[in-house]
């Protein structure tokens, strides 16, 4: 009649604070709550605490990141000793 309460995975349980977050993604406290607050890490806030998944954490070093190309100097721009002189 009723539907049996399935145990929770290892990787939907809680996991509080930027502290313990960061050791999941292999980051300090600083570099993770940093990564909270800015989006790049994906964790609500519970309270005051932060607060998300293994699963969720994990599921995100999965995706590559890009990175974003050389910048590219004007044709017209050259670089001498440390200063960009218009190219005659």
């Not at 800015?38 to 999965?62: H, Q």
Request: no cysteine.
């Amino acid at each position: 009649m009723f539907k049996p309460i399935e145990p929770i995975d290892e990787l939907d349980r809680w996991i509080y604070g930027a502290k313990n977050i960061g050791l999941v993604v292999d980051l300090d406290e600083r570099q993770a709550f940093y990564g909270l607050e800015r989006g790049y890490i994906d964790g609500d806030k519970y309270g005051g605490r932060w607060r998300s998944t293994k699963r969720r954490l994990l599921k995100l070093a999965a995706v590559p990141i890009e990175t974003p190309p050389p910048r590219q100097r004007p044709e017209h721009e050259q670089v001498t000793a440390g200063s960009v002189v218009a190219a005659e």
